[in-house]
């Protein structure tokens, strides 16, 4: 026991001597206490690091069962029971138990970022896959600092470079849908992302807009608006929309639960899907496959995902080498029945005239 003991007294009191605070002050930060101030635990944190020493709790061999948390900001969402069903799968194969986690974006951690990161190796976990937006830069840092193996799934904002993380391919998808609504004919095309900020939300929005500009269609402004990746947003962008004096004949939601939300208002103002309007979504969830009309949408491969950001933890539990940090899968455009070519020229259901969108060109439906 005393071999074990004397190289974590002689690197912890190397590190105090190097940051200029007491062998205590280390200790303190090592066993994730509070009563230290953040200025100090930075520095002793990094030059624990620059030291290479790990806790105890590190250094012990992985336990019989390994596990893994998996963080949401919330499970009402099909895209989140998607992911979370691969990661299921894949640690079924594995023998690994999953712990999951809901993080409320509203409702702020008890816990700070250092704090957290601590608790996941006092508890024994394994890593954390992280399906949220409540995960900023100085949270995912604290787990680096710690080497707790993390990956995040589908990140809203660019994690810091050493951050592994899985997606899909949201600019092609993009490109796809609205290439999909051009090749029906319409040349009103309108855009209801997610989050304005989300790294997502703007790739899908870019390659919407690569399609309309590649068919020399000028982007109206009007016709793109962002908000929550949930129903409420496609109420607002479709009431929105319809206000105008030339409405779009297709929208391209930037998610499933958007154009659900846009499903319902077109029923509330009497809009057929498609006959007046077709409408794209994005996720490929089975809400897509059981809405009325069965909704077009781009399909993520939702459940790869989660599997390969289960694969990503286990060959970094392993050491393994790992040659890239990012996986990105492909999407894919699944039609369904809420597409259609537009109505002839002056047909709206709400009867206000028809007109032509700025710079759009004249097409045979």
């Known amino acids: 026991m005393e071999r074990e003991q004397r190289p974590l007294k002689l690197t912890l009191a190397a590190v105090a001597k190097e940051v200029g605070v007491s062998a205590p002050t280390v200790s303190k930060v090592v066993n994730g206490r509070e009563d230290v101030a953040e200025e100090t635990r930075a520095r002793v944190l990094a030059a624990l ?27 009402n969402s099909a895209y989140s029971v998607e992911v979370l069903n691969g990661v299921m799968e894949h640690a079924a194969v594995s023998d690994m138990e999953v712990i999951l986690s809901v993080t409320s974006r509203q409702t702020a951690s008890p816990l700070g970022p250092e704090e957290r990161a601590q608790r996941i190796i ?54 796809a849908a609205a290439t999909h609504l051009l090749g029906l004919g319409h040349r009103r095309i309108a855009y209801i992302g997610g989050p304005a900020t989300a790294e997502c939300s703007q790739a899908r929005l870019h390659g919407y807009m690569a399609a309309l500009m590649a068919e020399g ?6 016709y793109v608006s962002s908000g929550a990746f949930r129903p409420e947003n496609g109420v607002r962008g479709m009431k929105a929309l319809l206000a105008l004096e030339d409405p779009p004949t297709a929208i391209f939601a930037g998610s499933d639960s958007i154009a659900l939300g846009v499903l319902a208002e077109a029923r509330r103002q009497n809009i057929r899907i498609p006959e007046d309007m077709s409408l794209v979504g994005f996720d490929g969830t089975h809400q897509a496959e059981e809405s009325v009309p069965p909704l077009t949408s781009v399909s993520q491969p939702l459940q790869e995902m989660g599997r390969s950001a289960l694969r990503f933890i286990l060959r970094q539990v392993h050491g393994e080498d790992i040659d890239s940090r990012r996986v990105e899968l492909a999407t894919h455009l699944v039609v369904r029945e809420s597409t259609a070519p537009p109505p002839g020229p002056g047909v709206r259901a709400s009867g206000a005239r028809s007109g032509n969108a700025k710079g759009a060109a004249a097409v045979e439906a």
């Open 49 to 75: 690091q620059r030291s290479g020493y790990k806790s105890p709790l590190q250094r012990k061999s992985l336990p019989a069962r390994q596990s893994v948390e998996v963080v949401f900001d919330s499970l």
């Open 122 to 175: 006092d508890e024994g976990r394994s890593g954390m896959i992280v399906v949220t937006s409540a995960f900023g830069s100085a949270q995912l840092e604290a787990f680096q600092r710690r080497r707790i193996p993390i990956v995040v799934v589908d990140p809203l904002n660019p994690p810091p470079a050493d951050v592994f993380s899985v997606g899909a391919s949201n600019w092609a998808g993009g490109k």
């Open 217 to 222: 269609i000028t982007v109206d402004d009007d």
